[in-house]
Each structure stands twice: as C-alpha cells, then as structure tokens.
C-alpha cells in the first residue's frame, strides 16, 4: 500500500510519523518549528489531532468529566479545559500543512468526529489515522473509509472481535488501505506493557500491515517492533520536553527522533531474509575457518599423527571433520610445515 507517494510494506524502511499533538503548547510559531524539526530527524509524517473541546466532550464537572486523581499525567483536570489547550485550531491546519509539503513531509491528522473529516477533507489530506479511543466508533471509521484514502487504527484497548469489527467495517465502507497499529494507551506506556509479539499475530489474524504506536520513553520498543514486522512507527514529538506540555512527557526531543530514524532502519536492513551458509559478502571470511595442516616438515611416507597434523587457522586445507580419519594415513610427497593438507598428499 501507499500513502501518497511513499509505499508502506516489509519491502522499505519503516514509515515514521511525528505526532505533535498538543505539543505546540498553543503557539502557530512553535507548531511550525515542530514541523521543521520532524523533517530534519527523518520523519515521513507530521500528524495533526482535529478536535474542538465542543466535539470531543461535555463542559462539565460532574463525575466522568474529570479524570480522577492518580498517576494520570493530567490527574485532576476537567476534561473539557484539558482539550481545549490541547486541541490544534482548525485555522493552523492548513499553514502548518503547507509547511510540511514544502519540506517534502507528509501531513495528515486523527479525526475525532464527522466535521473533522469534512474539514479534513477540504484540505486534501493524504491518509487519515483513527486515534485508539476511537476505534470503537464505527461511525467516524464508516465515514473516514468512504474517503478512499488510506486508514491506520491505532488498536489500544480494542479486543480481538472490536479490531476485527472495525478492519471489517473500513473494508465494507471502501478503504482498501489499511493500516493497524499496537497500541497500549498509557501515557507514558512501560516496555513491559508493550506486548510486540502481538504484533506478527495481529498482522496474520487481519491480513493488512501492522505498525506501532509507542508511548515508551526512548525508541527501543519502537526498534523491537521494526524486528516483528511493524512497517508504521509513530512516536509523539516535541522540540524539547523541558517546555511542558499536555504531552511532552512521553514524547521524542529531534536528537532522539533521529536515532529512531537510524536503528529502526538498521533494524528493518537486519531482517533480510532466510538464509543459511553465508552470505556473498562474507566469501573472503572463509579463509579464518579452521582447517587441516601439516605442523612439522614431513618427508615423503611418513605418517599423519596427533604431533604433525593440527586443526588451526586459515581456511585452506581439508575440513577438521576429517581430523580423526586423516590420523594414521601416510603423505606420498614431502610437506614442509605450513601445508594445507589434501587429498593430493595422501598415499
């Protein structure tokens, strides 16, 4: 599949996308530097999220609308105040989209409701991601499908029946371009709440590419996932955590991005294929295998012993596998020491 011009697949390099969700602390300015920094770390994608507090919640105080006090980065926070500073304005969507263009990024964004698609829509936006806490909401996927652009589902919570519900109901709607990711919707997420191995499985199970999204700190479990087969990586991104942020916490700085970009396409070259035997770049290594040779000046009928015939470096001679049936035989030339044996040397 495609998003765009960049083809998604085990056959390239994982597809990386920078999520700056509310990482622009509410400043177009520093938005656009986000953009900027994305393209110079190796980002394919700059993702958007497009919401109101209006569309994505009730201004309310009362039990639910509050998200309760605990570990929860945004522990006590009313929900509405907390999309509200979070949420990108809908009239930045269409300069910072510019932006990534003119630097070769692409930018495309997670809808929350059906007026975000139409907006989405009227700006041309290459593919469409469906954020974990929506993937239950078969009518938003019902109405991005219909789109016929390229979907990716983050999987989060999701069971294996309410995944198979959606890649079900996108299909039947018209995306024939599909893309879930593993997701663990904890902000941060722990490496040990991860689970990658879900990932082969859940790409074996749906029958389309399968990516991650990673709320780890750092980019090992990314790397990890790149090993399983995750073509799609998405990390959220900021220019630096020390600035703050409803998400800056859990998200890569530019340097660390980069190192993303390095090992995760390390990573991907690292598969390769099956193959046993050696490769063709390791034909001039064969020499340091170890092999039979004649360890004393030996003269014509003598005899190969424990003392004259020794396993050892370079590669030359008969394989040590002959060791054993080499004692006892006599040479039929003289061997100065040094001598690979061969068949030619014996009697």
């Not at 958007?48 to 639910?64: F, I, N, R």
């Not at 040990?192 to 082969?200: G, K, Q």
Request: aromatic share 8%; glycine share 8%; with cysteine.
């Amino acid at each position: 599949m495609k998003i765009h011009d960049r083809e998604i697949g085990p056959s390239v390099r994982p597809y990386l996308i920078a999520e700056m969700s509310g990482n622009h602390n509410q400043s177009l300015e520093r938005a656009l530097q986000i953009v900027d920094a994305a393209a110079d770390s190796g980002a394919d994608a700059i993702k958007l999220q497009t919401y109101t507090a209006e569309t994505m919640t009730l201004d309310l105080k009362a039990s639910g609308f509050v998200i309760e006090k605990g570990d929860s980065l945004w522990s006590g926070r009313q929900l509405f105040d907390l999309y509200r500073e979070a949420h990108t304005p809908w009239e930045w969507h269409r300069p910072i989209m510019e932006k990534a263009k003119a630097l070769g990024l692409h930018c495309f964004s997670s809808p929350f409701d059906e007026s975000a698609v139409d907006f989405l829509e009227s700006l041309a936006v290459p593919a469409y991601k469906i954020a974990s806490f929506e993937n239950t909401d078969l009518p938003l996927i019902r109405r991005v499908a219909r789109t016929g652009k390229p979907m990716i589902i983050s999987t989060g919570m999701a069971t294996a029946a309410e995944i198979d519900e959606a890649v079900r109901t996108a299909q039947d709607a018209g995306c024939h371009d599909l893309v879930l990711l593993k997701c663990t919707s904890t902000y941060p997420a722990t490496p040990e709440n991860s689970n990658l191995r879900t990932i082969p499985n859940m790409r074996d199970a749906f029958g389309c590419e399968v990516g991650l999204s990673d709320h780890t700190m750092g980019c090992g479990v990314a790397v990890a996932a790149v090993a399983l087969g995750a073509t799609v990586i998405e990390k959220h991104f900021t220019l630096r955590r020390a600035d703050g942020g409803v998400d800056s916490a859990f998200s890569l700085e530019p340097a660390e991005f980069r190192l993303l970009r390095t090992e995760s396409e390390r990573a991907w070259l690292g598969l390769g294929r099956v193959i046993y035997g050696g490769t063709k770049a390791e034909e001039k290594s064969r020499v340091f295998r170890r092999t039979l040779y004649i360890a004393q000046d030996l003269k014509k009928g003598d005899l190969l012993t424990k003392t004259n015939l020794r396993i050892v470096r370079p590669g030359f001679g008969l394989s040590p596998k002959y060791y054993e049936r080499m004692l006892g035989k006599h040479i039929n030339q003289d061997a100065p020491a040094g001598t690979p044996l061969s068949w030619e040397l014996l009697a």
